[in-house]
């Protein structure tokens, strides 16, 4: 290998370790259990969540996570919902953020970073998500 070829892959090595120049997250396959899903929040910025127990856990696209009971999240529609999850009944509770009545149901419809429609349900602690 010449020295330039080799730079250059050591760099590219270096790189995919450190994920740089990477997809921040990669888009799950439709019918697949995960650990964590790529949503976005109510003003368009790109999180993740894993569960954290029956609360969830928060990771931002860059910076420090935090854990929370509820998650704010946008539907396929592009409207705000916030939902938390109901041990008891294994059922999220969603809440318009605009106000109004609220609803249990088994699974959450979000949109990924790409703006793609997904349902998920809770599997353990992980995710089973189908696309839309």
């Not at 010449?2 to 990477?22: D, E, W």
């Not at 935090?66 to 939902?83: L, V």
């Not at 969603?94 to 249990?104: D, L, M, V």
């Given at each position: 290998?010449?020295?330039?070829?080799?730079?250059?892959?050591?760099?590219?090595?270096?790189?995919?370790?450190?994920?740089?120049?990477?997809?921040?997250?990669?888009?799950?396959?439709?019918?697949?259990?995960?650990?964590?899903i790529?949503?976005?929040?109510?003003?368009?910025?790109?999180?993740?969540?894993?569960?954290?127990?029956?609360?969830?856990?928060?990771?931002?696209?860059?910076?420090?996570?935090?854990?929370?009971?509820?998650?704010?999240?946008?539907?396929?529609?592009?409207?705000?919902?916030?939902?938390?999850?109901?041990?008891?009944?294994?059922r999220?509770h969603?809440?318009?953020?605009?106000?109004?009545?609220?609803?249990?149901d088994?699974?959450?419809?979000?949109?990924?970073?790409?703006?793609?429609?997904?349902?998920?349900?809770?599997?353990?602690?992980?995710?089973?998500?189908?696309?839309?």
């Open positions: 290998m010449g020295g330039k070829t080799f730079a250059a892959s050591a760099t590219a090595v270096v790189a995919a370790i450190l994920g740089l120049g990477a997809p921040a997250q990669a888009q799950p396959q439709s019918g697949q259990t995960v650990i964590d790529p949503y976005t929040t109510c003003d368009g910025s790109r999180w993740t969540a894993t569960w954290a127990g029956d609360s969830f856990y928060h990771q931002p696209e860059k910076g420090a996570g935090h854990a929370d009971r509820r998650i704010d999240y946008r539907t396929w529609g592009g409207a705000c919902w916030s939902a938390t999850w109901d041990a008891a009944s294994r999220f969603h809440t318009p953020k605009s106000g109004g009545a609220g609803h249990h088994t699974i959450l419809n979000f949109t990924d970073w790409d703006g793609v429609a997904w349902t998920t349900t809770r599997v353990g602690d992980g995710w089973k998500v189908t696309q839309r």
